[in-house]
């Protein structure tokens, strides 16, 4: 069965509104979660890394501010793309290790295709 | 900072064949693994095989395989006994201390009929 709920798997929203992608552990406590940007035909990007009960790391040329990220339990990390625009249109997609961390193989959420209209 | 290259784009083979999908990096780190991940059109990211650095003996499942050369700091695919259902988009990514993968750019597989 799955490992990782990742909520909505598709969303349509109009430009200057907020949306929220849910990224669940299901069958055991995550540490640490990732988010990834995929844009059509290209590779993953890491976004940040999200670490339960700390602010998330960005990487360079990501908006923290435009870019919310919330771990606040070991099961849990939500992405929330504020005041979003036409170019933040993508697939994003999270991605799981545990406890076990470097010995644990990453899990990945199925993706959020976000459509800014 | 660790860079993975993928340099073939798109690759095509015939069904039953064997291809092989090629994949280096570079990393100053000592101790990582190194994954290849398939992409279908559904965008699940599944992981086809991963490889740990300290090991010398390549990974297999099943009809995938890797050739592991640390020192060329190189991580080929192979695909033996290609089948329809392995066209994909095949991504080689790393990881290192920090956990987070690296990824290459992918190459997408066509398997003909």
């Known amino acids: 069965g799955a490992v990782v709920s990742q909520h909505p798997s598709r969303v349509i929203c109009k430009s200057g509104t907020s949306v929220k992608i849910e990224c669940r552990s299901l069958?055991?406590?995550?540490?640490?979660m990732f988010w990834y940007r995929q844009f059509p035909k290209q590779s993953l990007m890491l976004m940040a890394t999200s670490n339960e009960g700390s602010k998330a790391t960005y990487e360079q040329g990501v908006e923290k501010d435009k870019f919310l990220i919330n771990h606040a339990s070991l099961t849990l990390s939500t992405l929330t793309v504020t005041s979003a625009h036409p170019e933040d249109s993508s697939f994003y997609i999270c991605?799981?290790?545990?406890?076990?961390?470097?010995?644990?193989?990453?899990?990945f959420g199925n993706g959020t295709r976000l459509t800014v209209t | 900072a660790q860079t993975v290259t993928q340099s073939q784009p798109e690759m095509s083979v015939q069904e039953a064949e064997t291809v092989t999908l090629s994949c280096t990096y570079d990393?100053?780190?000592?101790?990582?693994?190194l994954f290849w991940y398939k992409q279908p059109p559904s965008r699940q990211m599944i992981l086809v095989i991963r490889?740990?650095?300290?090991?010398?003996q390549n990974a297999t499942e099943n009809r995938f395989s890797v050739n592991f050369q640390k020192a060329a700091k190189s991580f080929s695919l192979k695909i033996s006994d290609s089948q329809l259902g392995d066209a994909a988009m095949y991504f080689c990514a790393y990881q290192g201390g920090s956990e987070k993968l690296v990824f290459g750019k992918g190459t997408k597989l066509t398997v003909n009929p």
């Open positions: 990393t100053s780190e000592s101790d990582y693994y």
């Open positions: 991605s799981v290790t545990g406890r076990e961390a470097y010995n644990s193989p990453l899990h």
């Open positions: 490889q740990e650095a300290y090991k010398q």
């Open positions: 069958d055991f406590q995550a540490t640490t």
